[in-house]
């Protein structure tokens, strides 16, 4: 499915659902595949049942590299909360685009603030930051200043899931789709 351009040009500037900040991963239907691109094996999940590839998408840079190539089922028809409030004039393009726009500023600082504690760029897919904090408080016992800058980022990832749960996740059905 295509969407309206509108939405198009929202999700253009966004791509929170495609570089791993929104979901871990997308569930494939069976044998769907075996007709992804071949840039997708790196990508699949080997520890899950389901059959399904992890995030970022392999095919997301900047924007969906394959939006008019085969995807996989639930990237054509997923429909964030956003968009689905956009298309029933319960947000207006300025609204959406400034939520868009203040969800990746905030994104952005999370990440900033864990590349200056741990003093370089950690090449983590979002999805797994709060994980992989957690697993550093528990070895980090006696570095109190330390242990207080993980522990912030860990309460900006509450708000920042909070506005996700708000904005962008609250369409059940596609949630239980892209788990
Ligand atoms: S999260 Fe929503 S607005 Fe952002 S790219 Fe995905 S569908 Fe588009
Ligand atoms: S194939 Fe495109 S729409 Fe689907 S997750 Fe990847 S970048 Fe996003």
């Known amino acids: ?4 351009i509108a939405e198009q040009e929202i999700c ?3 791509g929170l659902c495609c570089d791993g900040t929104i979901f871990s991963g997308v569930a494939l239907e069976k044998s769907e595949k075996d007709n992804l691109p071949p840039e997708f094996a790196k990508a699949y999940d080997h520890n899950s049942e389901k059959e399904r590839f992890l995030q970022p998408c392999p095919a997301f840079d900047q924007k ?3 939006y008019h190539k085969k995807r996989a089922k ?3 028809s997923f429909r964030c909360q956003l968009l689905i409030d956009f298309s029933k004039n319960k947000l207006t393009r300025q609204e959406a685009d400034e939520i868009v726009k203040n969800a990746i500023i905030f994104k952005t600082r999370i990440l900033d603030l864990n590349n200056e504690i741990a003093e370089k760029t950690e090449d983590l897919p979002f999805w797994k930051l709060s ?3 957690k697993k550093k408080l ?3 016992v006696n570095d109190k200043p330390l242990r207080d800058k993980y522990e912030s980022i860990l309460a900006n990832l509450t708000i920042f899931n909070a506005l996700l749960i708000k904005h962008f996740k609250s369409s059940r059905k ?3 789709l892209m788990r």
């Open 12 to 14: 253009v500037k966004c």
């Open 174 to 176: 596609f949630q239980d």
């Open 131 to 133: 994980e992989e904090i």
């Open 64 to 66: 969906c590299t394959i």
């Open 138 to 140: 528990k070895q980090i």
């Open 74 to 76: 639930v990237c054509g």
């Open 1 to 4: 499915m295509e969407s309206p």
